[in-house]
């Protein structure tokens, strides 16, 4: 099989991209205290760089400089003013050392998929209307009854009492109801950092100054990521975060120009899109990150999620990226298997007008390979699969298949992220120690190893004075 597709360079708006193997965001949160770029998220990058893939696309960097942004609990990387700015552009600028372009993914906040801050916790989090999430458990999958086992063995006796993950899925509601009043009680006492990922907190609904105010905030900070050197920007919009919020009815009951139709309910990403577009002008790469389906009750169908990419689109976007589901449906956030956003490209590309359409949950070459040759997405992203394997797309090159570490679908990164602990992987014990790799160091990148092997050189054989 030719794995040449893959290999083939790309142009998104006004970058050349060498080749169709992208790393999709994710929130690893290796920031350093108050949301700062760390020596380790460096690391991380250069890693990921290092190994092949052509395009990074950064975690969620917050730009919402209010404590209401829900985001604080998980110490994201924050670009809400000048100060955060130095140490991003270190970070992009060691990625270009290591041979990758890099797109920043801009957030405007978490809505009520957040929780209050630690710094103001009797500040409510804000969001479209005041509706809290609550994680179903029945939307879980193999992945994350794994780590719910692994996690508390008490639950996994439960579990297996009604048939493991099966009958989990085939309770009715009536049954699934029982079963909470079986399990909430176990979790409050072992474990109520859970209880609040599951059920979420109380929202106060936004106010039209703030959103118009988070609009002019990406739109200021959009562009001062170029101007550190990121190739371009993502709008984080995708699985139930603030600006999905606003785009579903599930979350978004609003009755002012926010809320109601479709049109109104995408006015927030259209006016973040043309503000946006406005400061960076027409060239400059913008990209924009959708659920493909929401996959819940009254959620953002797959048929509206190509009206707003209808709109998105003409309002001036580079390229479309895929996702699904939210944290309502973490199953479907985190797939067992792989390839199933494929299905979304379609619809996507044709909404767009043929904008480039990036596709994650890809772990094996063959299936990347087959998406990308025949058409059915213009770039293949790795998620879970990068964090198990960052030379993904080195050893594909090179073919050397046998010595690709597949990711195990186990979700530990996810479910670290959810408990507050550092991301590690089951399948790569350098993951999240990366810093500590000297060959991931800017210094001994290629752009720069040989003037700085020049420099050093004319030190050599000094005595100490």
């Excluded at 959708?290 to 009254?298: R, T, V, Y």
Aim: glycine share 8%.
């Amino acid at each position: 099989m030719s794995y040449d597709a893959l290999f083939e360079p790309i142009k998104i708006g006004d970058v050349k991209i060498k080749n169709r193997v992208a790393m999709a965001p994710m929130n690893m949160v290796y920031s350093a205290p108050d949301g700062f770029n760390s020596e380790q998220w460096t690391a991380w990058y250069a890693a990921r760089a290092k190994g092949g893939f052509g395009l990074i696309i950064t975690d969620a960097t917050v730009v919402n400089p209010n404590t209401w942004r829900g985001s604080d609990h998980l110490n994201c990387h924050l670009f809400t003013d000048e100060r955060y700015g130095r140490l991003l552009g270190m970070m992009a600028d060691t990625i270009h050392a290591f041979g990758s372009k890099v797109f920043i993914q801009l957030s405007p906040g978490f809505g009520r998929q957040g929780h209050a801050s630690a710094r103001a916790p009797h500040e409510p989090i804000a969001a479209p209307s005041p509706i809290p999430i609550r994680i179903d458990l029945r939307n879980f999958n193999k992945g994350w009854i794994t780590q719910v086992k692994k996690l508390r063995p008490e639950l996994s006796q439960i579990l297996e009492s009604i048939g493991g993950l099966a009958g989990l899925q085939s309770l009715t509601d009536e049954q699934y109801e029982n079963l909470e009043s079986l399990i909430v009680p176990v979790m409050k006492v072992k474990d109520p950092g859970m209880i609040k990922v599951v059920y979420g907190e109380v929202p106060r609904e936004l106010e039209a100054h703030e959103i118009a105010f988070m609009e002019d905030k990406m739109a200021e900070m959009s562009m001062e990521a170029l101007r550190y050197g990121f190739d371009g920007v993502e709008i984080h919009s995708p699985h139930g975060y603030l600006i999905h919020q606003f785009l579903s009815r599930r979350s978004n009951l609003r009755v002012d120009e926010y809320g109601g139709p479709l049109k109104n309910r995408a006015r927030f990403l259209l006016n973040i899109i043309r503000k946006i577009r406005d400061r960076i002008g027409p060239e400059a790469v913008l990209g924009a990150r959708f659920s493909g389906d929401e996959m819940m009750p009254d959620g953002v169908t797959h048929d509206e999620m190509c009206e707003v990419v209808e709109l998105a689109a003409a309002e001036g976007l580079s390229y479309i990226s895929i996702s699904q589901g939210c944290y309502e449906n973490p199953g479907a956030f985190a797939p067992d298997g792989e390839g199933e956003m494929t299905k979304y490209a379609e619809g996507f590309r044709e909404a767009s007008g043929g904008l480039p359409i990036l596709t994650p949950n890809f772990m094996t070459p063959k299936a990347a390979a087959e998406a990308v040759g025949k058409g059915l997405t213009d770039v293949a992203m790795l998620g879970r699969q990068a964090i198990a394997d960052p030379f993904w797309p080195a050893k594909v090159k090179e073919g050397r298949f046998k010595d690709i570490v597949k990711c195990a679908r186990c979700n530990l990164c996810y479910l670290n992220l959810f408990e507050h602990k550092w991301l590690e992987c089951k399948v790569n014990p350098t993951a999240g120690y990366e810093k500590y790799l000297p060959e991931l160091w800017r210094v001994n990148a290629p752009a720069v190893k040989e003037k700085v092997d020049k420099f050093l050189a004319k030190a050599e054989g000094l005595p100490s004075i």
